[in-house]
């Protein structure tokens, strides 16, 4: 089991940035893929993100493509997620997970963090 603690969130006008980080617990970080996920006001958790362990594949939903970028340090066990041009449909809580290629379906689960985008 990995435990997996975000820091990052805030509140930010829209057209803003922010940088989430997702800092892992364990010596074997660098085997799992990572994701970013996020439930937003009354809305279902969805995936936002993923990066394998190497870094070499990368995945984003449509929604954030282009305005965000994942990555990762695997000698920090820390993983990345820098937010740019925020709108406010971006505003959740937002999860690191471990996860797995293909699904995008979660394993161990960090607390999450806050994120607002205000307009």
């Known amino acids: 089991q990995v435990q997996l603690v975000e820091s990052g969130g805030g509140l930010v006008q829209a057209g803003g940035s922010l940088r989430l980080s997702c800092a892992a617990s364990g010596r074997t970080f660098s085997r799992y893929t990572m994701g970013w996920f996020r439930q937003g006001p009354g809305k279902e958790r969805e995936f936002v993100a993923a990066?394998?362990?190497?870094?070499?594949?990368?995945r984003y939903a449509e929604s954030v493509k282009g305005r965000f970028t994942i990555s990762r340090d695997n000698r920090k066990n820390t993983v990345y997620l820098d937010m740019n041009r925020l709108k406010p449909e971006d505003t959740a809580v937002y999860y690191c997970?471990?996860?797995?290629?293909?699904?995008?379906?979660?394993?161990?689960w960090g607390q999450g963090t806050q994120v607002t985008v205000s307009s």
């Open positions: 990066i394998t362990g190497s870094g070499v594949s990368i």
């Open positions: 997970a471990t996860t797995a290629w293909g699904t995008f379906e979660g394993g161990d």
